[in-house]
């Protein structure tokens, strides 16, 4: 049974930073696309960033360009998201996700539908 599990969220102070976290088992996800999306309040899921297989490849949203890495590594199973200059918008529930179709390993991709696996979120709150 594969297994996303995000933590490394709480409630930081804007400018502040955080990493998140997404540690995986159950399945090969060394050879998965893994993303990290976002969900405001009363806002529909957007795309934050997502790294390739291989993690050479990876695509970031205009919003938190600049100011968030995405990283993974495959000898620990785990993804992670380096959150810096934290604005309050910033403010949503933080979610992995794992397009577990067979890609090259270079590819990345931003769609929600592309991912059919999801963690069950952590909630990231930025104070002004």
């Known amino acids: 049974q594969d297994q996303l599990v995000e933590s490394g969220g709480g409630l930081v102070q804007a400018g502040g930073s955080l990493r998140l976290s997404c540690a995986t088992s159950?399945?090969?996800?060394?050879?998965?696309?893994l993303g990290w999306f976002r969900q405001p309040p009363g806002n529909d899921r957007e795309f934050i960033a997502a790294?390739?297989?291989?993690?050479?490849?990876?695509a970031v949203a205009d919003s938190v360009k600049g100011r968030f890495t995405i990283s993974r590594d495959n000898a620990k199973n785990t993804l992670y998201l380096q959150m810096n200059s934290l604005k309050s918008e910033d403010t949503a529930v933080y979610y992995c996700?794992?397009?577990?179709?067979?890609?090259?390993?270079?590819?990345?991709?931003?769609?929600?539908?592309?991912?059919?696996?999801w963690g069950q979120g952590t909630q990231v709150t930025v104070s002004s």
């Open positions: 159950g399945g090969t996800f060394s050879n998965y696309v």
């Open positions: 790294i390739s297989a291989s993690g050479t490849d990876t």
């Open positions: 996700a794992a397009d577990r179709a067979v890609h090259s390993a270079n590819y990345v991709t931003s769609r929600p539908r592309d991912y059919d696996y």
